[in-house]
């Protein structure tokens, strides 16, 4: 019923979830390690591997274009 009514299994729903959760915490500066663990995933590699899949860029990479582009804004 959950892949009927959302079109995915309810894992990669809660990791969808913490994808997201992660990606605002590296816009508001926090390390990787910082929001994988503050994210619920078990270990930044978790994240990573995840983060990938999802959004097709590393959070490190995702972290850099999004400070250098706040940075174009600022500047």
Known sequence: ???EELGTIPAHYVE???VGI???LLDQRHTATQAASMAGFPSYESLRRVYARELSISPG???RRFATARREQDG
Do not use: E, G, H, Y
């Open 61 to 63: 990479a995702d972290q």
């Open 1 to 3: 019923m959950f892949r």
């Open 22 to 24: 992660a990606k605002s």
């Open 16 to 18: 969808s979830i913490r």
